[in-house]
């Protein structure tokens, strides 16, 4: 059985992936150094899969760790880097803990790979677009200056990854540039499990349901847009996950026309904040708690993207819509209040 390396494996978006690669027939190995997520999400998966994954617990910033790992694992094909801080936020307020975590942990697994062949896929991000002039935004479209230092290890680490694809042969490394990942996995077994208040729209949505926070608060009601709130391209962290299978494959398949390729991951359909909200209420069958607020500073008011060259090129296409995004967020939120994961 092929084996991946998941770095960041125990977190929302590596979860799902442990379990779409399994799916695909493929041994996922975990690092984590828990910092975002939990040890108990290593039984959920077991409880998706039929056996818990081979985990590893230490932080990809420690470099003779990191050597140690790649030499007792001479079988590894592939690696998904998902391990990185990814809070924009904080990002702002700590920008060296955001460079010291994203940036050491690149290098350290890149270093420890330079005289094997290996796959590597790598966790981007749409923030790399800023605003965008042209919608639904292509992967032509030009980087703008990131506006947080969370946006800028993206940017850098893409030029990096470039960089070194171009420069050493072994390497064959494709960066998914994600849009809003949202939604859980179907069994309402794993999902995104924020520490203290949520960023982010969809948990903040359900926490607010479910009687967690009293009031979610839209930020800005008076965008340039038809109902005035912000457009995003929402997309099912299941989608997500294949995507990264996808990548893999299209790379073991010796299918890459560039040592370096870039892809957007999403489904090329934009919802607004209040129109995630009302389809949240039907799922819900009941109405949420919200008001209109002001701008949350550095958002940005539309933006979703082109997938035409993620579906020819990975032949993958998003499937799940924003109904199974909202029900199967909604199940997942459900399940913590019976079975709280801390
Ligand atoms: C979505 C929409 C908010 C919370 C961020 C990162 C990006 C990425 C994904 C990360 C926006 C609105 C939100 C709330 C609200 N990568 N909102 N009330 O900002 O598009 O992207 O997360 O890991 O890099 O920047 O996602 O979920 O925060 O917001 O009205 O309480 O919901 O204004 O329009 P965003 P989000």
Redesign the pocket.
Same mark, same amino acid.
């Given at each position: 059985m092929k084996e991946i390396l998941v770095t960041g494996g125990t977190g929302y978006i590596g979860s799902h992936t442990v379990v779409e690669l399994h799916n695909a027939g493929y041994k996922p190995i975990i690092i984590d150094n828990l910092s975002n997520s939990n040890i108990r999400i290593l039984d959920q998966i077991e409880k998706i899969i039929g056996y818990k994954p081979e985990f590893y617990e230490f932080d990809l910033c420690e470099e003779q760790k990191v050597i140690e790992f790649v030499n007792s694992h001479p079988n590894i094909q592939g690696i998904i880097h998902f391990a990185a801080s990814?809070a924009?936020g904080e990002s702002v307020q700590e920008p060296l803990k955001y460079y010291r975590n994203n940036f050491f942990s690149l290098i350290n697994l890149l270093q420890a790979y330079q005289q094997k062949p290996i796959h590597f896929v790598f966790s981007s991000?749409c923030?790399v677009y800023g605003e965008p002039d042209i919608l639904p935004v292509t992967e032509e479209a030009p980087v703008k200056k990131a506006t947080s230092p969370y +946006?800028n290890t993206k940017q850098i680490a893409e030029e990096i990854l470039e960089e070194i694809a171009t420069a050493k042969d072994n390497y064959q490394i494709i960066a998914l540039r994600?849009f809003?990942p949202v939604g859980a996995h179907d069994s309402g077994l794993i999902g995104e499990l924020p520490i203290g208040v949520p960023?982010? &729209?969809?948990p903040?949505i359900t926490q607010t349901a479910i009687g967690k926070r009293e009031e &979610?608060?839209?930020? +800005?009601g008076d965008y340039d847009t038809p109902d005035g709130?912000?457009i #995003?391209d929402y997309i099912h962290v299941v989608d997500l996950a294949k995507a990264h299978v996808a990548a893999i494959q299209r790379m073991e398949e010796g299918k890459s026309a560039a040592k370096y390729e870039v892809y957007n991951v999403g489904t090329g359909n934009g919802y607004s904040?209040l129109e995630a909200i009302k389809a949240f209420e039907k799922y819900a069958g009941q109405s949420l708690n919200y008001k209109i607020g002001p701008r #949350?500073e550095g958002?940005?008011e539309k933006v979703w993207g082109d997938v035409n060259k993620s579906q020819k090129e990975l032949n993958w296409k998003a499937k799940l819509g924003i109904d199974e995004m909202m029900s199967s967020a909604w199940k997942w939120e459900n399940y913590l209040k019976e079975n709280p994961i801390q």
């Amino acid at each position: 059985m092929k084996e991946i390396l998941v770095t960041g494996g125990t977190g929302y978006i590596g979860s799902h992936t442990v379990v779409e690669l399994h799916n695909a027939g493929y041994k996922p190995i975990i690092i984590d150094n828990l910092s975002n997520s939990n040890i108990r999400i290593l039984d959920q998966i077991e409880k998706i899969i039929g056996y818990k994954p081979e985990f590893y617990e230490f932080d990809l910033c420690e470099e003779q760790k990191v050597i140690e790992f790649v030499n007792s694992h001479p079988n590894i094909q592939g690696i998904i880097h998902f391990a990185a801080s990814k809070a924009v936020g904080e990002s702002v307020q700590e920008p060296l803990k955001y460079y010291r975590n994203n940036f050491f942990s690149l290098i350290n697994l890149l270093q420890a790979y330079q005289q094997k062949p290996i796959h590597f896929v790598f966790s981007s991000s749409c923030t790399v677009y800023g605003e965008p002039d042209i919608l639904p935004v292509t992967e032509e479209a030009p980087v703008k200056k990131a506006t947080s230092p969370y +946006g800028n290890t993206k940017q850098i680490a893409e030029e990096i990854l470039e960089e070194i694809a171009t420069a050493k042969d072994n390497y064959q490394i494709i960066a998914l540039r994600y849009f809003n990942p949202v939604g859980a996995h179907d069994s309402g077994l794993i999902g995104e499990l924020p520490i203290g208040v949520p960023q982010n &729209l969809l948990p903040f949505i359900t926490q607010t349901a479910i009687g967690k926070r009293e009031e &979610l608060t839209v930020f +800005g009601g008076d965008y340039d847009t038809p109902d005035g709130t912000c457009i #995003r391209d929402y997309i099912h962290v299941v989608d997500l996950a294949k995507a990264h299978v996808a990548a893999i494959q299209r790379m073991e398949e010796g299918k890459s026309a560039a040592k370096y390729e870039v892809y957007n991951v999403g489904t090329g359909n934009g919802y607004s904040v209040l129109e995630a909200i009302k389809a949240f209420e039907k799922y819900a069958g009941q109405s949420l708690n919200y008001k209109i607020g002001p701008r #949350r500073e550095g958002d940005i008011e539309k933006v979703w993207g082109d997938v035409n060259k993620s579906q020819k090129e990975l032949n993958w296409k998003a499937k799940l819509g924003i109904d199974e995004m909202m029900s199967s967020a909604w199940k997942w939120e459900n399940y913590l209040k019976e079975n709280p994961i801390q």
